[in-house]
Nanobody
Framework: VQLQASGGGLVQSGGSLRLSCAASGRTFSSYALGWFRQAPGKEREFVAVISWSGDNTYYAHSVKGRFTISRDNEKNTVYLQMSSLKPEDTAVYYC???????????????????????WGQGTQVTVSS
């Protein structure tokens, strides 16, 4: 699976952005897909993950209620709709895929970088105050 993230940019505090991650590979629809982010000088952190069917999702506490993850298996694309953006959301955002498509383990497992098999390049999101 190869992943290509896009949609980042500069936005004012309170604004919205939608990130996209296009995937190639015939097994895309069987993978769970997640978003992580990394701010300068900080570790990469979990943002959200969605199961292969789209029925199950998990969010980081810091983005719950503001961000929505979704996927379109016909387009091989996963999205991250970000609303009510804050300066602390500024980071490089990465999409990632893992083979446990059903999200059948405990939610903590899917928040860890090591549990993901494939990573895309990042897309920069900058939120100005």
């Amino acid at each position: 699976v190869q992943l290509q993230a896009s949609g980042g940019g500069l936005v004012q505090s309170g604004g919205s952005l939608r990130l996209s991650c296009a995937a190639s590979g015939r097994t895309f629809s069987s993978y769970a897909l997640g978003w992580f982010r990394q701010a300068p000088g900080k570790e990469r952190e979990f943002v959200a993950v969605i199961s292969w069917s789209g029925d199950n999702t998990y969010y980081a506490h810091s983005v719950k209620g503001r961000f929505t993850i979704s996927r379109d298996n016909e387009k091989n694309t996963v999205y991250l709709q970000m609303s009510s953006l804050k300066p602390e959301d500024t980071a490089v955002y990465y999409c990632a895929a893992q083979s446990d498509g059903r999200l059948g383990r405990g939610s903590y497992y899917y928040t860890t970088v090591i549990s993901y098999d494939y990573w895309g390049q990042g897309t920069q999101v900058t939120v100005s105050s």
